[in-house]
């Protein structure tokens, strides 16, 4: 399997469990609601940093 479709299969899930996350500790109330809202920052995080991967690469290559 190439780097692309690693990295393709990678973000895809990395959104998926984000927007889950996401979703479940918005419905979520009390102390429950800490952890989900964790993690769907840690994915906002995570791909935010990727998007500035590319575009730092991006420049260097041009």
Same mark, same amino acid.
Not at 31 to 59: D, E, F, H, N
């Given at each position: 399997?190439?780097? =692309?479709? =690693? ?6 899930? &990395? ?9 479940? @500790?918005?419905?979520?109330? @009390? ?11 840690? @994915? &906002? ?7 500035? @991967? &590319? =575009?730092?690469?991006? =420049?260097?290559?041009?």
């Amino acid at each position: 399997m190439s780097d =692309r479709i =690693r990295m393709s299969i990678f973000l895809s899930v &990395v959104v998926v469990v984000t927007a889950l996350a996401l979703l479940q @500790g918005l419905t979520t109330e @009390g102390t429950k609601k800490a952890l989900p809202l964790i993690l769907a920052a840690l @994915g &906002v995080a995570s791909l935010v940093m990727w998007m500035i @991967g &590319v =575009r730092s690469k991006a =420049r260097r290559s041009s």
